[in-house]
């Protein structure tokens, strides 16, 4: 005997079969504390000074939330400094061209960088990402 005839037939009515595949949703920016020169952003390896590190990290550590040019400067320089937030703007720009860079240059890529790297006029700066699309180790 056959194996083949163990087999129970199937019908149309049968309860079909669900395969979990457990899809897990691809993040957009990955940020690695052992490695501060660089993050990924869409899985491409971009390479970012320590500052431009430790301000991606301060705003994905309050993901959602706008940060005013004050508390950054406090945060990351100190509440001694006399930087300004033109300081901030300048690495934050950094950022996004150096992620431009890397990712092409397209309309699509720079509304969506700047769409994610988010200046808030006359208040300050935020990142901008659904909480699954960030991914903090």
Request: glycine share 4%; net charge positive; proline share 3%.
């Amino acid at each position: 005997t056959s194996a083949s005839h163990n087999l129970k037939p199937v019908s149309a009515s049968s309860p079909s079969i669900t395969v979990n595949r457990n899809l897990q949703s691809v993040a957009i920016l990955q940020i690695d504390k052992h490695r501060p020169d660089r993050i990924i952003f869409e899985g491409e390896k971009i390479e970012v000074t320590a500052t431009e590190f430790s301000l991606i990290n301060l705003l994905a550590l309050h993901n959602g939330q706008v940060m005013s040019y004050e508390d950054i400067v406090k945060k990351l320089w100190g509440p001694e400094t006399n930087a300004i937030y033109s300081r901030v703007n300048y690495h934050f720009s950094k950022i996004r061209s150096t992620i431009l860079k890397t990712i092409g240059k397209s309309k699509r890529n720079k509304d969506k960088v700047k769409n994610i790297f988010k200046v808030i006029s006359r208040r300050g700066i935020m990142l901008n990402l659904e909480e699954d699309k960030l991914k903090i180790n």
